[in-house]
């Protein structure tokens, strides 16, 4: 048994360091650390509310608008407030918007040029794949940035800039619609809607929606040679690489439900374990800071009642991201559980078959986009023009309030507690928080490091690829994880 | 300087307490997208933690190589404030798979680069990550907030003899980004280009007042009083665009936006200190009605007396437009007189 110390690993968003027990081949076991402490927590202490708006979104570049959506949610949640159904559309907008670019971003940028690495010189597959998703200077980058870039006019119209807007507010938005923005949108997702069907996937939204099933899944992927479009490539690849056998988690998956759309949600809240969906209730979270660089550690707590005190010197303690757990538990989070607790077919069909793993976590997301585009499109049209966007309420002088999103990479909440119209305690728990959550008080592993266990290594690697796949199949975002 | 061209001018990105949202940013760059700009300029990414293939082992021998010299450093990029806490010790942020604080490794870097560039107001002066209590103890490469007191210091001047080159901004915009690296790749970036808070002044030379598209608004003091109100946001909301240094209304975000287009106040984000500005960001402070932030270059006593001139003045139109939502009363227009 050796002990290795893996790191800085890129293409996540932010510093991150596993340290694997490497034996027999395989990942024995495994330690994620976040090495990086800010403190946003601390910063937030006494400021005036409002100013929320400003620090939150700061916390993460990549998660900007999912950071100031759950700050305005958890201000309203205080005031009372509610959105009018304009405010709600537009920021459903804004945060598919910010969603999409980010899977975008993750597929093409930071996760697919791992198939590139010289260690898959001799596969077969290996110089197609090499020069489309190359880092840096493969073929699809050049085609995705501009892409990308032309989506995110979306954010220019609807949010003035990205990342760190404050046009969302508790309230809806500060940015009314005309019509002919509402047309300048609905032919900004035309344009994006191209570009997924003539390269992402090669086929219409409709005809990738209407799979519902891993065997159809795979009949349609059989009709295609692999470098039909890159989802065929990356279906090979899962093929040939066996990346639905990487990456197996503990299957217990949460959601907390995203874009509200009438009395609903787009895509639902709830837990997903064995097969079955059950309610959640977020009175059962806690933060155990048994293995965190943190004092003040007896009993885990509730958000609402949480304290952020960094200690370097903590017994125990490995990294700076607190252990949340619900009811005790260790649950995944992400694009996959979204889809899963949501009970989109395809998605239930491939993890009832083969649970989390790499493969499965990389199809969600792209699903995902597909799915959102098409909730996208129809937002769009039901903006109304000249109608309010925005409700005002002023910021009560004793509360409390809660703002639970979804961010591209799941769950994302805030708690707050107001005490004399200042910020008493803000508390923020990240998605990455729930998957790169280091030991709780029992021993038990956080989601990534269990699912790091039994990683083979290929033969004379010290890096091993594997990890890579699996640690970024999660589409980590580490400044969030610690804020 | 032709020795230099033949060759690629290697960059090395290195991200510490901040965000990633300046990177985030820089890769919604248009006409060209950044990859292409970098190549037109003539730089190689050595690395870049968002987007290059080295992870680990690869990374950590790239780095013992420009340390000893071996792979020239032409330009180092820090993108987030350097962290000094807890104590001083750095250790706050770790470099991963290094064990040494990313802050000794600034240093280290700093000292070998031709040009130090800080990407972002936290590389810059501290920027949200020095905000409220400072809990982690950042700074800027040069800077600590307005004081030339960061990590590097006041004399710090990089091989090339220019100081630390300070993109400010939360984010920056992506051809401020773009341009800067341009202008460094094409050796024509002196410290004449740089303002007194060593920003390019390529951007720092504007306001972003200039181009807002609530200027009528301004020039009348119609004022918008609550969030999504269309009028000028100087008065009551917290807006500092007539004090703000950068090009955001003439240059715009994302396709067309910007903060104001987007109906929201500026908040000054390049300036040193901006994330403590000792009031709420979305109020304007005031004394006797009269803001304490006055528009930058302008006279106490003018302002006072042409704000109040204008105020007697001020159309119905705009009155009526600066507290709705959108354009209730629209502009006049006179019937052509046939001759």
Redesign the interface.
Known sequence: MSRRVVGPFNRVEGDLEVHLDIGDDRVQDAWVVSPLYRGFEQILHGKDPRDAMVYTPRICGICSVSQSVAAAMALADSQGLAMPVNGELAVNLILANENLADHLTHFYLFFMPDFAREVYADEPWYPDVAARFRAVSGAAAREVLPARAGFMHLMGLLAGKWPHSLAIQPGGTTRSIEVQEQMRISGILFAFRRFLESTLFGDTLENLLALDSAGQLYAWAARFPPQHSDFCRFLQLADALRLDELGQGGDTFMSYGVYPDGDGQLFGRGVWQAGRLAGLDPALIREDLSHSWMAQRRNPRHPYDGVTVPDAEARDGYTWCKAPRLDGRVVEVGALARQVVDGQPLLRDLVGRSGGNVRNRVIARLLEIARVVVAMEGWARELKPGQPCCNHSPIPQEATGCGMTEAARGSLGHWLKIRKGRILNYQIIAPTTWNFSPRDANGTPGALEQALVGTPLRPGETDPVAVQHILRSFDPCMVCTVH | MTEQRKRKLNLLWL???????????L????SP????ALEAAGIH?L?????????????RSLLEQVSAGDTPLDILCLEGAV?RG?GG?G?????????LP?MDWIERLAGLAEYVVAVGSCAAYGG??A??????D?CGLQYDRGEKTGLLGETFRARSALPVVNIAG??THPNWVTETLMQIASGRLAEVDLDTLGRPRSYADHLVHHGCPRNEFYEFKASAE???D?GCMMEYMGCLGTQAHAD?NTR??????????????C?N?TAPGFEEPGH???VTPTIAGIPIGLPTDMPKAWFVALASLSKAATPKRLKENAVS??IRVSPGSRPRKRS
């Open positions: 991200q510490s307490g901040g965000c990633g949202g300046c990177t985030l940013s890769l919604c760059a248009e997208d950044v990859l292409t990414l690395w870049h933690p968002s987007i290059s293939e080295a992870s680990g082992d690869e990374f962290v807890p010790s250790r706050f942020h770790m470099l991963a798979g290094t064990g990313m949200i990550t905000g409220g209590s400072n809990p982690s950042a939360c984010p609550k969030p999504s269309l955001c715009l975000w994302n396709g067309e936006g910007s903060c104001l287009r987007g109906g929201y106040a908040i984000c709420s960001f979305s939502d959108h």
